[in-house]
């Protein structure tokens, strides 16, 4: 169960970053034809994480609600290039980092990506290690918000509680206030530069573990432009780990569907 509030955080997220453009695109008529699913395209193929177990969980997630029409590229450099199938899309989902060999995207890819959420509003939501990504690319890094730079790190794995800071926010709403959760508990992150970031989620970070003894973010949302970003630094599943607990499934899902169809619009 919650590890299962953790997996379905990015859906709620995602669902409300969308909300309305797919409302738009739904038909008035006597019986309400559905609305339409959420294009989406998760961004995957690089990372020095389980990125071939967690995409696919990420993806089966998103699917499941029957909310996400999800797309999955393990080669964004040449995915993003391409600008007109691009323009298809409504949300990123970011399970990506050139942590073990810094990369960054060609320069058309790059631009696509930055265009698209800042200009057409495409939403972003990035898991886990993203923040890994791109050092000196200051547009990713002002919508990533906290950066794993110099300086950060993360006491032992263990299993410890994410109480959220903003009950009331349509991510958070009808959620328990906390959920425990075993994952990395990421400290130390770097802000970027004009990256203020609303606050959703946190955790203490417990000497007992090797951490900060502080609280420490653990979701929260940006703006960029007109795109909405929801982050999180939690989901760490290790290359060659593919822990069965962490899948998830409609049944699951099926107590938070009121947040994951009601949320309103805005999210700031
Ligand atoms: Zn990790």
């Known amino acids: 169960m919650s590890r299962s509030i953790a997996l379905l955080l990015p859906v709620i997220a995602i669902t409300i970053l969308a909300t309305s453009a797919a409302t738009a695109?739904?038909?008035?008529?006597l019986t309400p034809a559905p609305p339409a699913k959420i294009r989406t395209l998760l961004?995957?193929?690089?990372?020095?994480?389980?990125?071939?177990?967690?995409s696919r969980v990420h993806e089966d997630t998103l699917e499941a609600t029957g909310l996400f029409d999800v797309d999955v590229t393990?080669?964004?450099?040449?995915?993003?290039?391409?600008?007109?199938?691009?323009?298809?899309?409504?949300?990123?989902?970011?399970?990506?980092?050139?942590?073990?060999?810094?990369?960054?995207?060609?320069?058309?890819?790059?631009?696509?990506?930055t265009t698209a959420v800042q200009t057409r509003g495409v939403g972003v939501v990035a898991i886990h290690s993203a923040n890994n990504s791109f050092k000196g690319w200051g547009e990713y890094e002002s919508m990533l918000g906290l950066l794993w730079r110099e300086g950060a790190g993360h006491g032992e794995f263990h299993t410890f509680d994410v109480t959220f800071a903003d009950a009331d926010h349509p991510?958070?709403?009808?959620?328990?206030?906390?959920?425990s959760q075993p994952d990395?508990?990421?400290?130390?992150?770097?802000k970027a530069k004009d990256a203020p970031y609303k606050l959703l989620a946190q955790a203490m970070s417990s000497r007992a573990s090797k951490g900060t003894g502080k609280d420490e973010p653990m979701a929260f949302t940006l703006q960029a432009g007109k795109g909405r970003i929801f982050a999180t630094p939690l989901g760490h599943v290790w290359t060659g780990q593919a822990p069965p607990s962490s899948r998830s499934s409609p049944r699951a899902s099926a107590p938070f569907s009121?947040?994951?169809l009601n949320g309103p619009p805005q999210v700031t």
């Open 25 to 29: 695109a739904s038909q008035p008529a």
């Open 43 to 54: 961004i995957t193929g690089v990372n020095n994480h389980n990125w071939q177990f967690t």
């Open 184 to 190: 990395e508990l990421y400290h130390g992150l770097t």
């Open 74 to 113: 393990e080669d964004p450099a040449a995915s993003l290039a391409d600008a007109t199938s691009l323009a298809a899309y409504q949300l990123f989902v970011i399970d990506y980092n050139d942590y073990d060999a810094p990369k960054r995207w060609p320069p058309q890819a790059e631009e696509n990506f």
């Open 171 to 179: 991510i958070t709403k009808g959620l328990p206030t906390s959920f």
């Open 258 to 260: 009121p947040a994951v």
